[in-house]
């Protein structure tokens, strides 16, 4: 798309209304994907002959290190994730202009990429330079400092952004063109830092107090006492033998070994439609909301002989890596649960409460006196017998603490 021919006063009118349309979108939350593609034509509309767009920001997610929104002009918009400590994507960043932008005292520069020798060259230059590019500007901005000129460490992203841009003009950006972008970037800060405060909010609840809770908590459900009863599969989830090994393991193997079976765990609950509520220790508890998922017994139980075959992979991998292991013992049962904020004014928990849930505790607590891994209650267990044979019976039991007699079953 060829940007149309106008003059410096028009271009600079264009982007005072560019400038302020950013800001609006920062005010109206708009998704980055969304608006930095109407920014593209927009530019392209004030004269600038674009060919592609990279925006970059720190992520705050505990495997994601950085996001990157690309757009290229008649090409679809790709999004990217950067994985923290990946050696690969490291190696590629190092060799790359941002690096080079995050570690200089500078707040910008451009190359013009048409010329015989360039001050700054790296690898994607050839690579734009094929595609017939004719000059390269890109910018970083802090958020949280004045002086945007000051270095910082590449590997250490601060919040703030980067932005690169690049033309296939002839003779590259004009100098009035740049000090056009260099005017748009106080409104670009303002509007990607909206999203990314929205964005770090969404991923740190998320991570913390699962997708479900964080959903509620953004929303404005965060009254201290709050409830809602809920129908749900309860699921309750340990480590076998962990407090000895606990004893026996220095705190790093411990560590490693507690998120490698939580990292399969949770996985699987959330891969079937469950929340993960909180970790206590070695133990885990999650639901299955039965008005969210009507099968949520059978999806429950599935989501069981699916984790049982995940920990026997993961025991073969970790013994032929001579790393330390363990199993499993699980709880399963179905009943009604207090569901919402509880705590004190200045800390709150989003968790279940309510009989079904000591219940499912005292579940849990049987599997050492019937030796089985896992044990279902009947609740769960009796409308699935005729779908499941596996499900066997181990007999009706009083538990402690718990006023009606249980069927527990158990998965053969």
Known sequence: ????????????????????????????????????????????????????VNLTMRAHHPEIGALAFRWKRDEENENFEYNRNNTDESEEYRKSPLFYLMASPVSDFSQRLDVPDPELNF??????????????????????????????????????????????????????????????????????????NRMMAEDITAAYLGRDASRRVLSGDI???????????????????????????????????????????????????????????????????????????????AAVVELREAFKIL???????????????????????????IGGRTRLDFTVIGPAVNTTARILGMCGAVDQTIVISSHVAKPLLEDRPDLVSLGQYRMRGVTDRYELFTLD
């Open 1 to 52: 798309m060829a940007a149309p021919t106008i003059d410096n006063f028009e271009m600079t009118a264009k982007l005072a209304d560019l400038s302020n349309w950013l800001i609006q979108q920062g005010l109206e939350n708009t998704p980055v994907n969304d608006w930095l593609e109407d920014f593209c034509f927009r530019l392209i509309d004030a004269g600038f002959q674009l060919t592609r």
């Open 123 to 196: 690898p994607i230059f050839d690579e734009l330079r094929a595609l017939g590019y004719t000059d390269y500007y890109a910018a970083k901005r802090y958020f949280l400092r004045k002086d945007q000129n000051s270095p910082s460490n590449p590997m250490r992203l601060e919040e703030g952004l980067t932005i690169s841009l690049c033309t296939d003009a002839p003779g590259g950006f004009t100098e009035v063109q740049l000090e056009g972008l260099r005017g748009l970037m106080s409104p670009i800060s303002l509007t990607l830092k909206s999203g990314a």
């Open 223 to 301: 009254m201290r006492g709050s409830s809602e009863t809920k129908r749900a599969v309860i699921w309750y989830f340990d480590l076998r033998g962990f407090t000895k090994l606990s004893e026996t393991l220095p705190g790093p193997q411990i560590i490693d070994m507690l998120n490698a079976c939580f990292g399969v765990a949770v996985e699987i609950v959330e891969q079937n439609g469950g929340n993960v509520l909180k970790f206590m220790g070695d133990g885990m508890l999650a639901i299955f909301d039965l008005d969210e998922i009507p099968d949520a017994r059978a999806v429950a139980v």
């Open 315 to 341: 025991e073969t991998e970790r013994k032929a890596a001579d790393l330390p292991s363990t199993g499993f013992t699980l709880a399963l049962h179905a009943g009604d649960v207090h569901y919402g904020n």
